[in-house]
């Protein structure tokens, strides 16, 4: 509107904390999808996503490289562990917990990204 | 009544009878499309288990390994994967983005129309798909355990979904499907107690003996329809019209066929024989699998990220409060899943022993259905293989019921007007397709069917799905490219197997697993027609992307 600066009131941290309520800026950026609030949706989007794909390809290189283990070390396909054909009790067993392992990993950090951005949006 | 008739009924009738108490509760469209939101984890956690476990869980897998061995292990860790990969991908936004299906979910991100239609009809022909085995499956098990026609299983099924779905909606199918997951888990891990004590009973023959199946005992062997044998060593069988002697070759087998102790059992001719040792081992391409290598990574990558994109799978999602629950849902079905599939291998590995005539008969989806009866027998093999059916049927109910509210809930938002009444009409619109389906096509194994499902679900859904929720860079055209192109490679192949276009070689392996070429080629087209339509990316991206990934506890205004 004008190009004169306006005057402004400078005052300590702990004044405007008593003035306004916590967190209102943040969520209203986020809400007006302002430059701050796009920053911080896409800071969190990439949390997610990196933390997603960072366990896929966790799993991906466990799991998908077994087909290829047993091609390259045919010797593997044989093996027993347990009195158990490795590839039965990797593929018949354990596999299993070992994705729920996974799912409840992925549950714990993707809600304590989540928790740790509402902290961001609520003090700022 | 035999005890296989009075489970089937049993089932049948808690089905419709935990629907009505169902009913009661379900009083607007909201309440049929989605339970109103108000469904708890376990519950629906639950539900998702009871709806996934198919017949290609409870029927199919054992089959499959049975004949084809170690390298069908990997359908039901794909089955549970996918859902490790739903978690990590895209079950949390999808929840947040308050759509009600997949074409609503495309409609809100992309704003566009013809992608909405797009994934209508794909949500149609996926549902169709993977109905089509189920009432398979269901005529199959209707045959072997009381010898009722083929048609007459699969019109039980369809009728008693088609009655349930239109007249309780999700809110009824919430109920029945989190009571057959655990009717399911019960039916199959009870009987197999009996059956591994019974193995050990029996001095614990090795499951993968240097020889191929033969038959333990004298064996009598019928034939509803003739079949092409090859005999592999000369046998003198006993037929109505006496003696014959079976020398190697191919040989055409019908009637009763009694095969002596000791012998070898004739494979039919889809299945090529086996020793124990082959059969054992991953990529040995036991059972006559050609490509084993590309066979098993074409069915990793079509079932991990198929999952997602299975339409009643999809539905559940939004009957959960919030994003956060859509998480730890998931993280309980994984657990209810895993438990779950440790059990379906074990009927496979002690089908070659004690049931290998079905390799003869080519009936190899109901291994599970015959074990009580060869391994225990008397009264209490009677009860247990009850039991087995009533899982089964419950599978075949509860896959049904929520393949036909997903495939009915598109139909009457895109193509009826939207009320209750119209939804009841879908709903036998939807089921009626299938049947007509299941009662003219000829019968693949129920396993590789549904495989063929996930692979045009991976090909179509999860790059829509997984691009729309973390890539601002998608529009419209590039969406609408990749459905088309997904969607047309995968029913292209779909087709060309089911048609038995080929049989051998490189291009059957491609076209019975189609995910390893279809899944990239859609990915690639829906990224490189984003990029070249880059003015098409939706204004609102930004406000989509905040609707999908901010945690609900912030309190933003979410629109719906």
Known sequence: ?124 | MSPDLAAIALVVLLTLGIGAYGLRLARTTSDFMVASRGVSPLWNASAIGGEYLSAASFLGIAGLVYAYGADMLWYPVGFVAGYLVLLLLVAAPLRRSGAYTVPDFAEARLGSTVVRRLASVLVVAIGWLYLVPQLQGAGLTLRATTGAPVWAGAVLVAVVVTVNVAGGGMRSATFVQAFQYWLKLTAISVPALFLVLAWQGDGAPDLAGPAGPVFRETTSVRLDAPVVVDVVERVVVQTSTGARVLTPGTTRLSGTVVFPAGSAVPHVDRIERSTGDTWARPLSGAGGLEHPLYATYALVLATFLGTMGLPHVLVRFYTNPDGAAARRTTLVVLGLLGTFYLLPALYGALGRLYAPELLLTGRTDAVVLALPAAMVGGLLGDLLQALLVAGAFAAFLSTSSGLLVSTAGVLVQDVLRGTVRDFRRASVLAAVVPLLLALAATSLPIGQVVGLAFAMAASTFCPLLVLGIWWRGLTAPGAAAGLVVGGGLSAAAVLGTLGGVVDRGWPAALLAQPAAWSVPTAFAVMVGVSLATRHRIPVDVGRTMLLLHAPEALGLSRGR
Do not use: K
Not at chain 1, 30 to 51: F, W
Not at chain 1, 55 to 78: C, E, K, S
């Open chain 1, 1 to 124: 509107m004008t190009d004169v600066p306006r005057r402004v009131a400078v005052t300590s941290p702990r004044t405007r904390a008593v003035r306004r309520p916590p967190g209102r800026q943040a969520l209203t950026a986020l809400d007006e999808q302002d430059v701050v609030g796009d920053l911080l949706i896409r800071s969190l989007v990439r949390a997610q996503l990196v933390l997603g794909l960072r366990l896929a390809a966790v799993f991906g290189i466990l799991l998908g490289g077994l087909p290829l283990l047993f091609a390259v070390a045919p010797q593997t396909r044989d093996a027993q562990v347990l009195g158990i054909a490795l590839p039965w009790l990797v593929l018949g067993g354990a596999v299993y917990p070992a994705l729920w392992a996974g799912g409840w990993l992925y549950v714990r950090l993707a809600e304590r990204n989540e928790r740790d951005f509402v902290d961001l949006v609520e003090r700022s």
